[in-house]
């Protein structure tokens, strides 16, 4: 248990808006289909066969599938996977047009061994953007330390323990309280790095993504990614529209001024309201301490136009130019932030950061809080740097935004009926003055209350008010009602809520295929804003993805049932996949069912599951065009992009959609199922090899187990399957018949384009009709059920869990 | 709303024959061409993603009645007077002001354009979103995003005629903008139109690739596909999936209509004009003169520059000479010369130019040049049955508040072509364009008038 987390579990459990109630009535699937959806989510490939769903299915039965999460997590693809789909999320820029070639470098090939992870997540969160990464530091405030332990430390001399004239700072501080009890101490650490040169270690992106993502830090990675963004600024300064400005915007705050005008955290209007009133409606975050709602936007963003949008009478087009040259530096020192690697933050003539700042102009002085003209990108860091910083020291102030609650027991402790009763919970589409006015500012209270922001009307009724009358109406809700609350100080805390909404929303949508916002960042409905914000809790405990991750996957929302039971509502979802359902068509529609919750898996899954499936490479997400000879749509950027990754801000990705150029493309990669790069024998190789000799209908179960986790062969499938083999199934394959090698191809292309391997969110394999005891053919690692319980055995001893699965 | 047209040189071919049929003079006519059904209605409409500035290319007016130039055309200017005199308007406004069409549409207006202005109409349009995401779908669908029936008129036509009855063709710079003519409600995915990159015709490559999937292989993946449709029937009703909607609906075209998608494909072509927006307007013109679409839409985010998203150096109010009004007028001369090399207006093919708003400095605007102006602005319809006029009154202002009079709607537009391409009633379960909610008290043949003309 970290220092940090000890701390936070003893907090009391504030009022939350998020009872995780997903239908009670959703059915199970069992565990064998829970592994199988399971799997893919968080390793990005499938199981490897059903031995290997059998093993996991038994160790969810007998210790519980958190139990199979935590062995997943110590797979070496999940922190593969996710590194690329939060490159993806990053909008790290792939296209070779703009120049990026050394870009590839930082985001791919790391430089510092991942012993080290979790000294360099400390290092990001700690350390001043103006020092680098001695790799020899203790990572002390990422040890397994409890809190007690710790302490005990700090008593002694902090350079005893640290090395290389680095040292630690500790103080002792008195702020978490448990229910009812007394309050607990806790440490607040400051690492003050040595400054000997020689101790530097640069690291790259490369290196934080893994280290984020296995020590379990993704704050770190949100920091470190802030001066590259400059560095992407400065690189392509020719370009006419600041993409730094709007990728920061998107990644870190999913704000688009453009849009803000009308929809915000405390007001969202829509341009029907004459005919369907019900459809304006906002779901803010909510101070848990005062109860009130927070403008999470009006916090951020010092600036009116930025905060209430651009589209105003006065604001014209003023985003796009205010967002212009955002991030920027100049050159003149040989300085790089927080010790990078210069493959990352400059291409050989980056020199500088300077602080003293001429850089861009009002975006990121308003983040910044500084004057126009006076921030730079390293004002940013520090303001992000300071706000998580200051997570570890003012846990009460962090939760009024966010909650956490007790690891383990998240679900069972909160109480939906403790609060929220104008917040979340609400059915009046506009929130009450009472708690509306504490919230705002005055000149955002004018906005909305008396004049109506944007061109999309007054949400309080409409009032024709002189100049002056306006003033006083404000004056006089304030009088009524209250001072303002929570603004602008809470900058930090704002700044910190909007990223950890965003990065849990993306957490989810990779995982259930659904974003739960729509582009202006709001989410579509109280359901979705109730997930998303009891994401966002989960998250900012620790910045911990596993801990998300076992939010998503072990709740009913992430049970893939097929509709074997006809007693249950087929629409008995909460609708967060399909949000719009709440304007139902016909009356079943209200809310969702599995249909909806069905999704195309992201690009990097699909890849990632194809190559190890077969035992092909996997391709390097950040490759260049050229790719081999032999395969160049493999390593293709553009055929990623075609498929769906994000290549620029001009070709972002065609998302999850399933179109027949998008089918097109992906059969041209798979339909053949030829080898991408010439690496050796594949799986289709060794079913070619096998000893003894296969049938063709064997080794036809054989590609199926691999590649959909299904070991049957439907009756109404033989037929086709025949035809397509060009044999009787119960051929002999011979290594020496080229057609057999081609047939068996064949098969495995049709099998990669089936909705099995394409889509996610819905398992349709029937578990009755699975052999109990598979004997998979298998070259290398662990094949049957025994030899992956051992695997995981294994794993679990490193774990220091007390886990089995098989006889023994 | 005015209408100046002449009949005698207003009608379309098909009209004409129309027109013709039953008379003597029918007689002399093609007995085949008049033995056959008139062709269906078609419709090629052109989107300038970026929000085209509409008071120098297509609503082009004299500050005052004494005005000699156009000043705020800027360089322009100098050919100006030679150009208006020749007859570039269309009408007067609703207003009773003059209009004319700017020299970017001289193709069209100009002295040797020939009959076309006589079949050009200005329908003045507007709503009330000003980001370019929004406005986008609002003025390609007819509704604004999130709407239950929502479709771009490019699902319509394949939603009421099957299969691939429509094609978009997006030209540079405008893959973004182009998928919102793929929106289908929340029923339609199987109805989304192929959409075709002219920068990169990789569909067209992919399908008559060899490593594409042949048929036996499909036969496999259909089987699966079955199964998994099973899966997502409950008591006997198969539940709603979006994601598995578009991913039958491709396997389907992959494996059964692969010849159709094939023969679409093949009419694609670049080469053909200056640019890729030439490209794919002469494409789209070479499918719908064969008859192998009904509708095709083509995606311009002008090609020859900066393209329409201009604010600085836009036409401001106070008449300063603009800039942008070469570079814009420029990027409408090379849509509208493509349409006029296509010959698609002497087929009947009825063309529709439009953007997801205009540009305008209104009162108080703090910078430089205009801004997004989606309250009232221009649409171009060309060609077919359309009659030469002006529909609405341009708000300069917008004050007092209030919708400016005699505009169309976007989606009394979409209704009016949708009825002209003779898609049938919208269905409530999936979607259609109609205008329930945009114009409650009109009657459809007013509806048609606005955005037609009056029919001779």
């Known amino acids: 248990m970290t220092a940090r987390l000890s701390t936070l579990t003893l907090l009391a459990l504030l009022p939350s808006c998020a009872p995780w109630g997903w239908s009670t009535d959703s059915p199970d699937p069992g565990d064998a289909a829970w592994v199988r959806s399971a799997v893919p989510a968080v390793l990005g490939r499938r199981a490897a066969n059903s031995s290997e769903v059998l093993a996991l299915a038994t160790i969810a039965e007998r210790h519980g599938r958190q139990a199979v999460l935590e062995l997943l997590y110590e797979q070496p693809e999940f922190a593969a996977h996710w590194s690329a789909v939060l490159i993806d999320d990053l909008m790290v820029d792939r296209s070779t047009a703009n120049k990026w070639r050394e870009h590839r470098r930082c985001f791919t090939e790391p430089l510092v061994d991942d012993h080290h992870d979790a000294a360099l997540v400390s290092h990001l969160r700690n350390a001043r953007a103006d020092t680098c990464f001695d790799r020899q530091v203790e990572p002390i405030l990422r040890t397994s330390l409890d809190v007690d332990e710790l302490s005990r430390q700090l008593q002694e001399p902090p350079s005893s323990r640290l090395q290389n004239g680095s040292e630690a700072v500790g103080s002792m501080l008195e702020i978490a309280y448990s229910p009812g009890g007394a309050p607990s101490q806790s440490v607040e650490l400051e690492v003050v790095p040595g400054t000997n040169p020689e101790h530097c270690t640069p690291f790259r992106m490369a290196d934080v993504l893994r280290a984020a993502i296995r020590a379990d830090g993704l704050d770190a990675l949100y920091v470190a990614y802030l001066p590259v963004l400059a560095t992407q600024a400065y690189r392509t300064r020719f370009h006419p529209v600041s993409e730094s400005g709007q990728k920061f915007l998107a990644t870190y705050l999913n704000r688009d001024p453009a849009c803000t005008s009308c929809h915000s955290g405390m007001y969202s209007k829509t341009n029907t309201t004459k005919l369907h009133p019900d459809w304006d409606r906002t779901w803010p975050a909510e101070h848990a301490l005062t109860g009130l709602m927070v403008d999470l936007e009006d916090a951020v963003f010092s600036s009116p136009v930025l905060a209430h949008g651009g589209y105003g009478p006065e604001g014209g087009a003023g985003v796009v130019f205010n967002t212009r040259g955002f991030l920027g530096y100049q050159p003149g020192s040989d300085f790089l932030p927080y010790g990078m690697d210069a493959d990352c933050v400059d291409a050989g003539s980056y020199t500088s950061m300077p602080r003293d700042g001429t850089g861009g102009p009002l975006l990121y002085t308003a983040l910044a809080g500084r004057p126009y003209g006076q921030a730079t990108v390293h004002d940013v860091a520090e303001q992000y740097a300071a706000a998580l910083r200051s997570l570890s020291t003012m846990r009460l102030q962090q939760s009024a935004y966010f909650s956490p609650p007790a690891s383990g027991t998240r679900t069972a402790n909160l109480d939906p009926a403790v609060h929220c009763e104008q917040a979340c919970h609400s059915t009046s589409r506009t929130p009450d003055l009472s708690v509306v006015v504490p919230t705002l500012r005055d000149a955002r209270l004018k906005q909305i209350i008396v004049e109506g922001p944007g061109e999309m009307g007054k949400p309080y009724g409409s009032l024709t008010l002189s100049p002056t009358d306006k003033d006083e109406v404000v004056a006089m809700l304030r009088q009524d009602y209250g001072a303002t609350v929570g603004v602008p100080e809470d900058r930090d805390h704002a700044l910190i809520s909007l990223l950890a909404m965003r990065i849990a929303g993306n957490i989810w949508e990779e995982v259930q295929g659904a974003p739960l916002t729509l582009s202006h960042g709001q989410p579509r409905n109280e359901d979705q804003a109730t997930v998303l914000q009891h994401l966002s809790r989960i998250l900012v405990v620790d910045w911990s993805l596993r801990d998300v991750l076992d939010e998503i996957l072990l709740s009913s929302s992430f049970r893939p049932t097929a509709p074997r039971d006809a007693t249950v509502d087929p629409y008995h979802l909460e609708p967060v996949f399909e949000p719009y359902s709440d304007q139902p068509v016909q009356a079943s529609d209200e809310r969702n069912s599995r249909g909806d919750a069905v999704h195309r898996r992201s690009v990097h899954a699909l890849l990632r599951g194809a190559a190890q499936a077969l035992e092909w490479p996997v391709p390097d997400p950040i490759e260049e065009q050229s790719g081999s000879a032999t395969s160049p749509r493999w390593q293709s950027a553009w055929t990623h992009h075609a498929l769906g990754a994000f290549l620029s801000l001009g070709a972002p990705g065609v998302g999850r959609d399933t179109d027949l150029r998008w089918l097109l493309e992906w059969q041209a990669l798979t339909s053949t199922c030829a080898p991408p790069l010439v690496t050796g024998p594949d799986y289709v190789d060794t079913l070619m090899q096998a000893t003894p000799a296969l049938t063709l209908g064997e080794a036809a179960v054989e590609l199926k187990d691999r590649i959909l986790n299904d070991r049957t062969l439907a009756e109404e499938e033989r037929p086709a399957l025949q035809a397509l083999l060009g044999a009787s199934l119960d051929t002999l394959v011979d290594p020496a018949q080229p057609s057999h090698e081609d047939a068996l191809r064949a098969y495995c292309g049709a099998l990669l384009q089936t909705p099995q391997f394409l889509l996610a969110g819905l398992d349709d394999v029937d578990d009755a009709t699975q052999p109990e005891a598979p004997t998979p053919v298998c070259t290398a690692g662990p094949c049957d059920t025994d030899a992956w319980c051992t695997y995981y055995g294994d794993a679990a001893a490193r774990l220091e869990r007390p886990w089995s699965c098989g006889e023994s | ?456």
């Open chain 2, 1 to 456: 709303m005015s209408d100046t047209s002449s009949p005698s040189t207003s009608l379309s071919r098909r009209r004409m024959l129309g027109l013709l049929a039953g008379s003597a003079a029918a007689l002399s006519l093609s007995r085949a061409a008049l033995a056959d059904p008139p062709p269906p209605p078609q419709v090629l409409e052109i989107f300038l993603a970026g929000g085209l500035s509409h008071r120098e290319t297509l609503w082009v007016y004299k500050e005052t009645p004494d005005d000699q130039v156009f000043p705020h055309l800027g360089t322009t200017s100098t050919a100006l007077p030679a150009f208006f005199q020749a007859g570039s308007s269309p009408g007067v406004d609703g207003g009773g002001t003059q209009v004319y069409l700017g020299p970017g549409a001289r193709v069209i207006a100009g002295a040797t354009a020939g009959t076309a202005l006589h079949r050009a109409r200005l329908v003045l349009t507007g709503h009330d979103l000003a980001p370019h995401g929004p406005a986008s779908g609002l003025m390609v669908c007819g509704l604004p995003d999130g709407r239950d029936r929502q479709a771009s008129l490019a699902a319509a036509v394949n939603a009421n005629a099957g299969g691939h009855a429509s094609i978009v063709l997006m030209g540079d710079r405008t893959s973004v903008q182009g998928q919102v003519f793929t929106r289908t409600g929340r029923y339609g995915a199987k109805y989304r139109p192929l959409v075709v990159s002219m920068a990169s015709l990789r569909a067209k490559t992919l399908l008559t690739s060899s490593a594409t999937s042949p048929r036996a292989q499909l036969d496999v993946v259909h089987a699966h596909a079955d199964r998994f449709e099973r899966a997502l029937t409950w008591s006997g009703t198969r539940v709603r999936s979006h994601a598995a909607d578009a991913y039958k609906a491709s396997l389907a075209d992959a494996r059964e209509g692969r010849a159709a998608v094939s023969t679409l494909l093949g009419g694609v072509s670049t080469g053909q004009g200056a640019n890729l927006t030439q490209d794919a307007i002469l494409s789209a013109a070479t499918l719908l003169k064969a008859g192998k679409v009904r509708h095709a839409a083509v995606v311009d985010g002008g090609s020859l520059s900066a393209g329409y998203d201009a604010h600085n150096d836009s036409a401001d109010q106070s008449g300063a000479a603009s800039a942008h009004a070469t570079t814009a007028n420029l990027h409408l001369d090379n849509v509208l010369q493509a349409v006029h090399a296509s010959k698609v207006l002497d087929e009947g093919v009825l063309v529709l130019v439009y953007s997801e708003f205009g540009r305008w400095r209104p009162p108080g605007y703090g910078l430089s040049g205009s801004g997004h102006w989606p309250y009232s602005f221009p649409v171009l319809l060309l060609g077919a049955d359309v009659t030469r006029g002006v529909t609405g009154s341009l708000d300069r202002t917008r004050e007092p508040a209030g919708t400016p009079s005699g505009h169309v709607s976007p989606a009394g537009i979409r209704a009016v072509l949708a009825h002209y391409l003779g898609l049938g009633a919208p269905d409530p379960t999936t979607f259609g364009i109609w205008p329930d909610e945009a114009h409650p008290n009109s009657t459809f043949a007013s509806l048609q008038t606005a955005v037609l003309g009056s029919p001779s």
